[in-house]
C-alpha cells in the first residue's frame, strides 16, 4: 500500500504530498477514477487527453518572462530585411 486515503464529509479524498510530488500533480490537475473488477483505479489526465488547444494555456508551467518571438526563432527573422 503507498498511501492510506480518508474520505471527508464533503466526499474529498488528500492525496499525500509525497505521492502528489513524484507524480508531479499540482493543484487543479485532473484525475480520472476508474471502477474495476479489483477495486478503484486513479489516474492523472495529462495535457495530451485536454479537449481543446484552449485547455492546453500555461500546461508547460513557464515562470518566467515572456520571450519574444524574434529570440524562440532568430531565423524567421533573418531574411525580413532583405529583399
Known sequence: MDALLTLSSK??????????QLLGLRAGDRLALTLESDG??????GPAKASSAHA?????HYGGEPV???RMDPALYASKGTP
Open 11 to 20: 466526499g474529498q479524498l488528500v492525496i499525500p504530498a509525497r505521492l502528489r
Open 68 to 70: 519574444p518571438l524574434e
Open 56 to 60: 492546453l494555456i500555461g500546461a508547460a
Open 40 to 45: 478503484l483505479h486513479l489516474a492523472p489526465q
